[in-house]
């Protein structure tokens, strides 16, 4: 079992849309969680960070963490076609600093 | 402040060549970590320095080596390049300190094709 499952998509909605994306991790030695954002063709972009279960808000974006069932999720209100990107959730931690990766979703905002 | 930087932007190898791949981290960062983005199989950990030392390396085989330099810039050298190497290779750096250990930063990777 890959220790952090990502559904690929493709997923595409409607400008305006609230989007879900959701990873799932087998560790529950993992501490640190991330939501990384890549363009085609360019590097993966910090977009959230968050260590504790529960919810961190960041302007349209909200990331979930539940430590109990051991899954993260990255909300986004009010879709923009500039939110066209493959995202990607990671963690650190279990006593080391890299970072394992979903395989990234690739979202399509329609306008 | 400037980014995390990478050169070359792409790279063209033939089988059993030798690639060379450079970063340099954000200004006050000491830690540098290479990842690999091959289609398919999403971003893998290759390699990760501190302070001039390897300090921990991914599941790639020995071919795959780098170091890290005083001034905190790395370098990726991959040896008798595979077509399967091909890839986008980037490049991470973070801060050590302050407990911001797990941030990592990328920059805009190297693109290597082996032919």
């Known amino acids: 079992q890959k220790e952090v499952e990502q559904d690929p998509g493709p997923l595409s909605v409607p400008e305006g849309a609230i989007v879900s994306l959701n990873c799932t991790y087998s560790n529950s030695a993992f501490q640190y969680f991330m939501w990384y954002r890549q363009y085609s063709r360019k590097g993966p972009e910090l977009l959230m960070y968050t260590y504790s279960s529960g919810n961190k808000e960041d302007g349209r974006f909200t990331a979930q963490v539940d430590k109990s069932s051991k899954y993260i999720s990255l909300f986004i209100r009010d879709s923009q076609p500039s939110d066209s990107a493959t995202y990607l959730c990671a963690r650190s931690g279990a006593g080391s600093y890299q970072l394992t990766f979903g395989k990234g979703t690739k979202l399509s905002v329609i306008p | 402040e400037a980014g995390v930087t990478q050169s070359p932007t792409h790279l063209i190898k033939t089988r059993g060549q030798q690639a060379t791949l450079r970063c340099s981290p954000i200004s006050g960062h000491t830690s540098v970590y290479w990842y690999q983005q091959a289609l398919g199989l999403g971003l893998q950990f290759l390699l990760w320095?501190?302070?001039?030392?390897?300090?921990n390396r991914g599941n790639f085989p020995p071919r795959f080596s780098g170091r890290q330099f005083p001034n905190y810039s790395s370098e990726l050298n991959v040896n008798a390049l595979e077509l399967e190497d091909s890839a986008l290779y980037l490049c991470a750096s973070s801060s050590t300190s302050g407990g911001d250990q797990e941030t990592q930063y990328f920059g805009p990777g190297t693109r290597l094709l082996v032919l």
């Open positions: 320095y501190d302070e001039g030392e390897e300090r």
